[in-house]
């Protein structure tokens, strides 16, 4: 009887034995799935993540522009003096100055209040104002006293994808907004083209 139960006993050590290393195989299996699955999913997210990125890039740099543009119609309209954007399409930038000098010609360095650049994300493919003048290279000025801007216009731009996108800037209202694609604007009626 004592060999018997040394027996099952032995065959029970064999079994045992046996069935852990199915267990533990068959958990390395798992862990390699799980791996391969949550790579997976970080790789998803990662791809997700750097298009929106650039995305919010974009419009990060946008804005900046558009709240450039709308301090120096704001200074002006509450100071009296007389501010200008420049938009330099061949540099890619844009400077926000307070003209000081009546050569309009030079940018001193003490006139600059923002000096920035458009970003890889976003590039001004041409400027278009409601006076028919049109540059898509060279620079742009948007000058703005305390009767609100001089020239209303459209900076037409580019993402990183080659959506257009439209900042337009209304002469008679001071309000500077962006707009997605090709957008037209108003254009101020001559004297002539107005029948009473």
Same mark, same amino acid.
């Given at each position: 009887?004592?060999?018997?139960?040394?027996?099952?006993?032995?065959?029970?050590?064999?079994? /045992?034995?046996?069935?852990?290393?199915? /267990?533990?195989?068959?958990?390395?299996?798992?862990?390699? !799935?799980?791996?391969v699955? +949550?790579?997976? *999913? !970080?790789?998803?997210?990662?791809?997700?993540?750097?298009?929106?990125?650039?995305?919010?890039?974009?419009?990060? &740099?946008? =804005?900046? *522009? +558009?709240?450039?543009? &709308?301090?120096?119609?704001?200074?002006?309209?509450?100071?009296?003096?007389?501010?200008? +954007?420049?938009?330099?399409?061949? &540099?890619?930038?844009?400077?926000?100055?307070?003209?000081?000098?009546?050569?309009?010609?030079?940018?001193?360095?003490?006139?600059?209040?923002?000096?920035?650049?458009?970003?890889?994300?976003?590039?001004?493919?041409? +400027?278009? *104002?409601?006076?028919?003048?049109?540059?898509?290279?060279?620079?742009?000025?948007f $000058?703005?006293?305390?009767?609100?801007? =001089?020239?209303?216009?459209?900076i037409a731009?580019?993402?990183?994808?080659? =959506?257009?996108?439209?900042?337009?800037?209304? $002469?008679?209202?001071?309000?500077?907004?962006?707009?997605?694609?090709?957008?037209?604007?108003?254009?101020? /009626?001559? /004297?002539?083209?107005?029948? *009473?």
């Amino acid at each position: 009887m004592l060999s018997f139960c040394f027996y099952k006993d032995d065959y029970s050590m064999r079994f /045992k034995t046996k069935n852990s290393k199915i /267990k533990a195989a068959f958990t390395l299996t798992e862990l390699v !799935v799980v791996l391969v699955i +949550v790579s997976l *999913f !970080v790789l998803l997210a990662v791809t997700n993540l750097s298009g929106l990125l650039a995305s919010h890039s974009f419009k990060a &740099q946008v =804005q900046d *522009f +558009v709240s450039a543009m &709308q301090m120096a119609a704001r200074a002006a309209a509450e100071t009296g003096r007389r501010y200008e +954007v420049i938009v330099d399409i061949g &540099q890619q930038n844009y400077v926000l100055r307070e003209i000081t000098s009546p050569d309009l010609s030079e940018v001193l360095e003490e006139e600059i209040i923002v000096e920035n650049n458009f970003g890889d994300n976003c590039r001004v493919i041409y +400027v278009l *104002f409601d006076d028919g003048d049109y540059t898509n290279e060279g620079r742009a000025k948007f $000058r703005a006293g305390h009767s609100g801007w =001089q020239y209303g216009g459209k900076i037409a731009l580019l993402d990183n994808n080659e =959506q257009e996108y439209s900042v337009i800037v209304n $002469r008679l209202n001071r309000v500077v907004e962006l707009k997605k694609g090709y957008v037209g604007f108003l254009v101020p /009626k001559f /004297k002539d083209d107005v029948p *009473f």
